[in-house]
């Protein structure tokens, strides 16, 4: 599913309740009180319809008659939602969620690397090359250094030229935005792209074996990465 566009009051609406019931604050069975909602937003009913619309699409509310809109159960949550995924992400670095990330990196990628070597075209190798490129120049920059990561991992997904992995760039991207903003975010940080280039390497070589290796060892330091910055948190 395309990620919700976040414009104006209506979007604001729609993430503010998301996040109270990502959160916990509103929880799973509770009915929604709509008359209060629509007060407290300063919207017409109409609108708060059309933003509760926007998360009964995503699995988190339903409505019935009698018992009014309420939250679903979290397991009838669309958890690959890209927007579901952000929305987690929202009041701060969510541990749990990034430790399911690598998780399912650590399942798809390495995967996806090997079957990139035997598929990926010319198109797909420059897409990388310029990818890797950016992340040089990045210079310390954390936003352009976040794009040229996520650029990276988006060409890798494309280069297997299978389309349902393709899909799973909005879930690899939304998390991977919010891992690299934990850290890229102002603290010194190892060169990624030797790294990234020993994949690309790897595909080019047509080499399955090699590729997949790059890219587990890519995501071990991923993994160090993070650790590292959790690590400077605990000490301060």
């Known amino acids: 599913m395309a990620q919700y566009a976040r414009r104006g009051v209506h979007g604001q609406t729609v993430e503010a309740i998301a996040r109270r019931i990502l959160t916990g604050e509103i929880p799973a069975g509770a ?34 008659q009698k018992r009014g809109t309420f939250v679903r159960p979290r397991a009838d ?7 579901v995924i ?13 430790d399911q990330l690598h998780e399912v ?28 490129d950016e992340m040089a ?18 060409a890798l997904l494309t280069a ?38 020993a994949v690309v390497d790897a595909l080019r070589d047509r080499d399955e074996t090699a590729a997949e290796t790059a890219m587990r060892q890519l995501l071990d330091k991923a993994v160090r990465d993070v650790e590292k910055v959790r690590g400077r948190r605990g000490s301060q």
Do not use: C, Y
């Open 31 to 64: 009915t929604l009180n709509i008359v209060a909602l629509q007060e407290e937003f300063d919207v017409s009913l109409t609108a708060l319809r059309e933003a509760l619309k926007v998360l009964s699409a995503k699995g988190i509310v339903d409505a019935r």
């Open 105 to 132: 990196r650590a399942i798809i990628e390495p995967a996806a690397a090997r079957l990139a070597a035997t598929r990926a075209t010319a198109d797909d190798l420059t897409a990388l090359d310029r990818a890797l």
């Open 137 to 154: 120049q990045a210079n310390g920059d954390p936003a352009a250094a976040i794009a040229a990561d996520l650029a990276f991992h988006r």
């Open 160 to 197: 297997t030229h299978n389309e349902l992995l393709e899909r799973m760039e909005v879930v690899m991207e939304t998390g991977l935005a919010e891992r690299d903003r934990l850290v890229h975010g102002g603290t010194p940080h190892d060169d990624p792209v030797p790294s990234h280039r």
């Open 77 to 83: 949550w669309n958890l690959l939602d890209g927007d």
């Open 86 to 98: 952000r929305w987690q992400f929202a009041e701060g670095t969510d541990q749990r969620l990034l």
